[in-house]
């Protein structure tokens, strides 16, 4: 065994020896101003990151920097309150280390949301918008380097990287809650920086509906492993030159608390019609 799949099963048996043996049914990782849900989450176990071997630990305002382990819609779920980015100096493959510990204690399912500028001129921030895929021009990417066969294939399909059947389940619950969901494709930059005007505009003509810099790296490493993968994006601002303001962290976390009680009826109505031959 190679020494990345060492340090993965270390970090799933250390995870595994605090909340036991029971099966978690799906993990979602809660992005910017959307990691109050989980407080929510019923029968909880919380672990720091920097409790767990080789993690490594979140610095961004709005990350709680652990994971919690309990019952959502009577699912057994996990949530990780903060993620990893790029920006903060982390590799790729260390972006996406939580999930690949995630696949190493067995889980199957994964939700990705996140705070994201909105590009598309039509909708508008606090908007919440399905991923259905993505664009991703950096060439970092967290499968860069010898691959891990317990991991998945060195070349793999993309094509489904946003589970279809999920999706289908997003716009059921969305419906029944009698909620407007967009729907469109996420455009990773590397940040920390915003994008400029001139990016915006390059990301529209590309195909974006919505810009950030986090998801992608996840997804890529989900869709190498087989997990079934649902993506929900918080339009928290308008990106860059389609209004005459600059742009701030403060508003991305503003934007969030503001819609966070229609993204938890969203996330609760989609954990309780969750496929049950996916769990």
């Not at 250390?14 to 979602?28: D, F, P, Q, R």
């Not at 380097?145 to 946003?162: I, K, Q, T, W």
């Not at 969305?174 to 915006?200: C, D, K, Q």
Request: proline share 5%; with cysteine.
């Amino acid at each position: 065994m190679d020494e990345l799949m060492v340090k993965l099963h270390e970090s799933a048996d250390y995870i595994k020896s605090k909340i036991g043996e029971e099966k978690v049914e799906i993990a979602m990782v809660l992005g910017s101003g959307l990691g109050d849900l989980g407080d929510k989450i019923e029968d909880a176990i919380y672990i720091d990151y920097h409790d767990i071997p080789h993690f490594p630990v979140s610095t961004v305002p709005g990350h709680k920097g652990r994971l919690v382990v309990g019952r959502l819609e009577n699912k057994r779920v996990m949530c990780m309150q903060g993620r990893f980015h790029f920006y903060e100096g982390w590799s790729m493959d260390e972006c996406v280390y939580p999930i690949r510990t995630m696949f190493v204690m067995g889980i199957k399912n994964l939700l990705l949301t996140n705070a994201a500028g909105c590009v598309n001129k039509e909708w508008k921030p606090g908007d919440l918008m399905l991923i259905t895929d993505h664009i991703k021009l950096i060439p970092e990417s967290p499968n860069r380097g010898p691959n891990h066969d317990e991991l998945g294939p060195r070349f793999f399909d993309m094509g489904s990287a946003y589970d279809k059947k999920l999706q289908n389940t997003a716009r059921e619950a969305a419906a029944s809650i009698g909620l407007t969901l967009r729907e469109g494709v996420y455009m990773l930059f590397s940040g920390p920086n915003f994008e400029t005007p001139a990016e915006v505009r390059f990301a529209r003509i590309a195909g974006a509906d919505a810009c950030g810099m986090s998801t992608v790296p996840e997804a890529i490493a989900a869709s190498q492993m087989k997990m079934h993968t649902l993506g929900i994006s918080c339009m928290t601002n308008m990106a860059a030159g389609i209004l005459d303001q600059p742009l701030n962290h403060e508003e991305v976390i503003e934007t969030g608390n503001r819609v966070k009680g229609t993204f938890e009826k969203l996330v609760r109505e989609i954990v309780k019609t969750w496929p049950v031959d996916m769990a």
